[in-house]
T-cell receptor, first 113, second 115 residues
Framework: NAGVTQTPKFQVLKTGQSMTLQCAQD?????MYWYRQDPGMGLRLIYY???????DKGEVPNGYNVSRLNKREFSLRLESAAPSQTSVYFC????????????FGPGTRLTVL | AQSVTQLGSHVSVSEGALVLLRCNYS??????LFWYVQYPNQGLQLLLK??????LVKGINGFEAEFKKSETSFHLTKPSAHMSDAAEYFC?????????????FGKGITLSVRP
């Protein structure tokens, strides 16, 4: 039982390049999330998916797109990376209707030059 | 909009001293409340959660938190700090309850433990 996995762990991009961050969970959770973490800002929600086939914007969605490929996988795409997107990105999952916690992946450290 | 406030960005205590990390939420309806810990260069780990059962919640590593509706607070405490407690701590709220609820984090507090 791997929990929530993310790839890659580290990535360096040049401004304007695109990339996709991959996330998968094996806990049969309905809800999945993408957060970014920046110093002094806590974790801010980018997008979330309450169930397979649905996605919704979070607090900071600009510059990102997501795909809920199936119940297990939720990817985050940066179409044209900007230095302001330098951050640590966390994927997470949870049960949508029970008061459990949200389980996090190990994170992806992204630097945009 | 849902929000959670963590006062201060850094707390420093001596080893063996009481740890108190403050968290307040804004809502007229009690949400689900969580504390997470993040050790350097790692992901987030759930410390404890409040889900409307007992108001005093015990978590891992000797931490506990008390839900106080009248104060809209969920402060985290530990009677005796250990060097290994040095980390960043995040309070989070989740509401509306049920489907489509999402987790909102405070800005985090860095805990330092002095020998």
């Amino acid at each position: 039982n791997a929990g929530v996995t993310q790839t890659p762990k580290f990535q360096v991009l040049k401004t304007g390049q695109s990339m996709t961050l991959q996330c998968a969970q094996d806990m049969n959770h309905n809800s999945m999330y993408w957060y970014r973490q920046d110093p002094g800002m806590g974790l801010r929600l980018i997008y979330y998916s309450a169930s397979e086939g649905t996605t919704d914007k979070g607090e900071v969605p600009n510059g990102y797109n997501v795909s809920r490929l199936n119940k297990r996988e939720f990817s985050l795409r940066l179409e044209s990376a900007a230095p302001s997107q330098t951050s640590v990105y966390f994927c997470a999952s949870s049960e949508s209707t029970s008061p459990t916690g949200v389980f996090f992946g190990p994170g992806t450290r992204l630097t945009v030059l | 909009a849902q929000s959670v406030t963590q006062l201060g960005s850094h707390v420093s205590v001596s080893e063996g001293a009481l740890v108190l990390l403050r968290c307040n939420y804004s809502s007229s309806v009690p949400p689900y409340l969580f504390w997470y810990v993040q050790y350097p260069n790692q992901g987030l780990q759930l410390l404890l959660k409040y889900t409307s059962a007992a108001t005093l919640v015990k978590g891992i590593n000797g931490f506990e938190a008390e839900f106080k509706k009248s104060e809209t607070s969920f402060h985290l405490t530990k009677p005796s700090a250990h060097m290994s407690d040095a980390a960043e701590y995040f309070c989070a709220v989740r509401y509306p309850r049920g489907a489509n609820s999402k987790l909102t984090f405070g800005k985090g507090i860095t805990l330092s433990v002095r020998p």
